[in-house]
């Protein structure tokens, strides 16, 4: 291969990090920017190709952070870029609220046909998926004319005040900002590591259906208030954790024998991430309503509320937004859709496999490593202080976060003490080979020094 190729695919560092102009940009931010973002490190980024990420020094890094999960297609894919530029020139902004685009009607019918199941689809559009959740929680209480919701523990919705309701992923996302919506009701995940109550983590599945059926529609909620149940097919904020088959496939039958909505909420774990279109086709079930966001444009902000013909039956006037399906936005999406049809989902599909055999002895060479789990490239590692008592260790995994930075890799960190790996679908063997030694060598360098 030649150097200079070499050079584009995997990181080169050229300053000490942070450089001397991302100090300075981080400065300025410190001073103007809302202090509510969370950094873990000071990347200022300036151009992105493929996987690859410049920063404001000329310092070259392997992204497996993707913007939050966000360019399934790489940085500035070249076709996502082409379709961006064209339909920039041709028109911008005409507000769906108001009038038709035949971009629009064709982004629907796409959708509709990739959805999971038989049944006719429609699609509402709107900008993130904060708005996307917001969608379907006014969508499930019009339809159904019923308001209570259920939700899971450790699953992340979103910040807006309804999505927000939803989430219970940590305790900052809620502080000091007062009541939320009233009727939500949470239940215990069906966590795999470490049990749906912290025990029994081989009966997960039934211990998390059981709680529902059992506890919270005998004693705090009748079954026939509840308009829909939200849940993440694989938990994301709450740290890459996916939830067993039989347990969506028993929550799917629980939601019919009640009338009551089943809403995927695939923001982070749809448009091929776990290397089907949608995480619950790897259940084979069918949700009344699917949320998705973040991979649909490559970048590009954009939602899309995916339900069943018949749920989705609100009348003009009833939900809309000025930007929401926007055709700049609606051209990146098909564009995406274009390369992750054609190549990107197998290939995720193919480098989570590699990944998952690069690693499979972890957990014997590394005392930390509870956990490493996921599908296609929706991988999570959980580290421990101890494998049998499973204590938590998020020092091992900030360690593990920082250091990778400080090689020239970008990792996020997700729920208390896991790190995920989120890279764009189209990385390459020797990327992912890349990430996965970085990662292995971090993780000995944190052992030693904790
Ligand atoms: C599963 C899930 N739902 C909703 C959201 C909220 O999306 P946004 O930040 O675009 O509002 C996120 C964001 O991380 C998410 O992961």
């Not at 202090?35 to 404001?56: C, H, I, M, Q, W």
């Not at 911008?92 to 038989?118: N, Q, R, W």
């Not at 996307?132 to 969508?139: D, H, I, N, P, T």
């Not at 809309?320 to 700049?328: I, K, W």
Request: glycine share 10%; net charge neutral.
């Amino acid at each position: 291969m030649q150097v200079a190729e070499k050079k584009r695919k995997l990181p080169h560092l050229v300053t000490a990090l942070p450089g001397p102009k991302a100090k300075e940009i981080v400065q300025r931010d410190h001073d103007v920017v809302s202090p509510s973002y969370t950094r873990d490190y000071p990347l200022v980024a300036k151009t992105g190709r493929g996987a690859v990420v410049e920063d404001v020094d000329g310092n070259t890094f392997l992204d497996f952070a993707a913007g939050i999960a966000v360019v399934a297609t790489g940085h500035c894919h070249p076709q996502v870029v082409a379709a961006i530029q064209k339909q920039a020139a041709e028109l911008i902004h005409m507000s769906c609220t108001d009038f038709y685009y035949e971009g629009m009607v064709e982004l629907a019918e796409k959708l509709a046909a990739i959805a999971p199941g038989k049944s006719a689809k429609r699609v509402y559009f709107g900008n993130s998926g904060a708005e996307a959740v917001e969608a379907a929680m006014k969508l499930a209480r019009y339809h159904t004319k019923r308001d209570k919701f259920i939700a899971f523990h450790g699953c992340f919705h979103g910040r807006t005040f309804g999505a927000l309701s939803l989430t219970a992923s940590k305790a900052v996302q809620r502080k000091h900002f007062g009541s939320l919506l009233a009727g939500v009701f949470h239940a215990p995940y069906p966590n795999t590591y470490r049990g749906a109550y912290g025990v029994r983590p081989e009966n997960a599945s039934a211990d998390a259906l059981a709680y529902i059926e059992n506890e919270l529609f005998k004693r705090l909620c009748d079954p026939s208030d509840v308009a829909a149940i939200f849940i993440e097919p694989v938990q994301g904020e709450g740290g890459y954790l996916p939830a067993p088959a039989e347990f969506l496939q028993g929550l799917e039958r629980l939601c019919r024998k009640h009338g009551i909505l089943l809403v995927a909420d695939e923001v982070q774990s749809g448009m091929g991430r776990t290397g089907k279109w949608w995480a619950v086709d790897h259940a084979g079930i069918e949700p009344d309503i699917i949320c998705t966001a973040k991979g649909i444009a490559s970048g590009m902000p954009l939602c899309a509320v995916i339900a069943k013909a018949d749920v989705m039956d609100w009348k003009p006037g009833a939900h809309a937004s000025t930007f929401g399906g926007n055709p700049v936005c609606i051209a990146a999406s098909l564009a995406t859709i274009a390369v992750l049809e054609e190549t990107a989902i197998a290939n995720c599909a193919a480098m989570g496999e590699f990944i998952s055999r690069q690693t499979a002895g972890w957990r014997e060479r590394h005392k930390s490593v509870g956990d490493i789990r996921g599908k296609g490239l929706m991988i999570g590692i959980e580290f421990v202080r101890d494998q049998k008592t499973k204590e938590k260790a998020p020092g091992i995994r900030d360690h593990v976060i920082e250091s990778a930075y400080k090689k020239g890799l970008l990792l996020l960190g997700a729920g208390e003490n896991s790190l995920r790996l989120a890279p764009p679908l189209v990385i390459d063997e020797e990327q992912a080979d890349f990430a996965v030694r970085t990662i292995d060598e971090c993780i000995s360098e944190a052992e030693r020094s904790l």
